[in-house]
């Protein structure tokens, strides 16, 4: 294990927001993210930039307020943005709040025990659009009535936004120039995590028993495209959905891990519409079950030094801790390169990664407050600065 220490990026400014789920590079070169608060009522989701060359943080927007509905309305708050944040090719910005935050007054909120409710139910995920260049808010408007958004990608071509919906697990199309929602219906009973996106723009996401589901991004058809994503052989694959999926640089496949018990890395090359399991992400397998939340497994990313990293959750102490984990893709060796923690404690665990346009990585943690993200660079090409262009991903 390598002596290395990640560098906290804290939203001090939040002191109880506890969670950062998305996290996204927008083609500014700044680093964007959703700043969330789960086990506060009455609080509101913020988007937060980071400068990497100032490094410098500012609270952009404020998204309850954008959204009118007061943070001491009384409804279920709008306190988090899933992996719902995305970014187009011309910088625009796009995001749809989740419904798991408490209203004011409460500490815990549950979508089916608040559905009816004349006032804590949840009005429905608030979607907006952003320009931060200019600062303005471009649109906000609202998807299915009393669900959250559990996950987005963005078509920039057809200019059009593919989202599942918490808690029914519906697969929905938003029209950013018409501003519409078409809802193609019920995929299942667990929500995936993660929808990702091929070079025709086509998307694509699991349903319950990790069977990939492809949605043709010009007939607005879910497929079945005949593949199961990797699972333990003990295993018949229940709750085997995407939580992460990068972009490879090949360009014609993505690399993902599976959000169960004995989580296991694949990439998938949508080319040939074939799969390949890399194994469990790290680690033995084992048939015991756990808290799911012990062995968590996201973050993943490349590297400019052609490394896939990922964090995992592995034993530490008396507990579990987030490791980022360094994988050669060729030989399928993995590496730790060191437990991420915050003034001598470890973080809880991360949801998601992305990078700079100088190599730098970042991994948003979940579970903490203040909530933060942490800066690795480690990552870059024989150690050097290598400064890149474009969007490293079209999905939250």
């Not at 969670?19 to 969330?36: K, M």
């Not at 090359?269 to 399991?277: G, T, V």
């Not at 990585?361 to 480690?378: D, H």
């Amino acid at each position: 294990m390598e002596n290395i220490k990640f560098k906290p990026i804290v939203f001090n400014e939040l002191p109880v927001h506890d969670t950062c789920w998305s996290l996204i590079t927008g083609v500014d070169g700044n680093i964007y993210i959703a700043v969330c608060g789960e086990m506060t009522g009455g609080l509101s989701a913020y988007i937060v930039s980071y400068d990497p060359e100032k490094e410098k943080i500012e609270y952009l927007l404020e998204v309850a307020k954008v959204l009118g509905i007061p943070e001491d309305s009384g409804e279920a708050a709008h306190a988090k943005i899933h992996y719902s944040l995305v970014s187009d090719d011309e910088g625009m910005l796009y995001g749809a709040t989740h419904c798991t935050g408490p209203p004011l007054g409460d500490v815990i909120w549950r979508p089916w025990n608040c559905w009816s409710h004349p006032i804590k139910n949840f009005r429905g995920s608030g979607i907006f659009g952003y320009d931060p260049r200019k600062r303005e808010i471009l649109f906000t408007d609202f998807l299915l009535p009393h669900e959250g958004s559990r996950c987005m990608a963005i078509s920039c071509k057809r200019r059009k936004i593919y989202g599942i919906s918490y808690p029914r697990d519906h697969f929905f199309i938003y029209d950013l120039n018409k501003h519409e929602v078409r809802d193609l219906g019920r995929i299942g009973s667990i929500n995936p995590q993660c929808i990702f996106l091929d070079n025709e723009e086509n998307a694509y996401t699991t349903g319950d028993y990790g069977n990939l589901i492809k949605c043709d991004g010009d007939n607005e058809e879910l497929i079945d495209t005949g593949i199961q994503i990797p699972h333990a052989n003990f295993r018949n694959g229940f709750h085997n959905v995407l939580i992460d999926v990068t972009p490879s640089p090949d360009g014609e496949s993505v690399y993902g891990v599976t959000w169960t018990f004995g989580e296991r890395l694949f990439c998938y090359n949508f080319k040939k519409n074939k799969i390949y399991d890399l194994g469990k992400a790290y680690g033995e397998e084992r048939e015991e079950w756990w808290h799911i939340i012990n062995s968590n497994v996201a973050g993943l990313v490349f590297g400019d030094d052609g490394y896939l990293y990922f964090c995992a959750n592995l034993p530490a102490g008396k507990g579990y801790s987030p490791h980022l984990i360094r994988l050669n893709t060729e030989t399928l060796k993995r590496e730790i390169i060191g437990e991420i923690t915050y003034q001598g404690k470890p973080a809880d665990h991360i949801s998601r990664g992305t990078k700079d346009f100088y190599g730098n990585l970042y991994f948003a943690e979940v579970g903490n407050s203040p909530t933060k993200i942490f800066k690795y660079e480690g990552a870059k090409c024989n150690g050097q600065s290598s400064k890149v262009s474009g969007i490293p991903r079209h999905w939250g």
